[in-house]
């Protein structure tokens, strides 16, 4: 099975940076990928912030457009997220998936972002 662990979550201020990293580990030799980030604030439904294809197409949703940056590196089977300009309201836990090309998916257990006004 794949595993998935998340890290570089943090406190930040309002305006900062930061990295997010999922690395994969596990039953992935000769799989395909379909990758995302996910986030989840208390009280809100999950949702989809990034997402990119094993075609490098991407895809963000429009409240993180322009400031967030998904990207993968194959050969250490992670993906990245790089988020700038972080406001209050992008305080969530943010999750990792990663999709096999059957449609099987994969969580990670999740990193925390707190950004403080």
């Known amino acids: 099975q794949v595993r998935l662990v998340e890290s570089g979550g943090g406190l930040v201020q309002a305006g900062g940076s930061l990295r997010l990293s999922c690395a994969a580990s596990?039953?992935?030799?000769?799989?395909?990928?379909?990758k995302g980030w996910y986030r989840q604030a208390p009280g809100k439904q999950r949702e989809l912030v990034a997402a990119i294809t094993t075609g490098g197409s991407t895809n963000y949703a429009d409240s993180v457009k322009g400031r967030f940056t998904i990207s993968n590196d194959n050969a250490k089977n992670t993906v990245y997220l790089q988020v700038d300009s972080l406001k209050p309201e992008d305080t969530a836990v943010y999750y990792c998936?990663?999709?096999?090309?059957?449609?099987?998916?994969?969580w990670g257990q999740g990193t925390q972002v707190t950004v403080s006004s």
């Open positions: 998936k990663w999709t096999r090309t059957n449609g099987f998916s994969y």
């Open positions: 596990g039953s992935i030799f000769g799989s395909i990928f379909g």
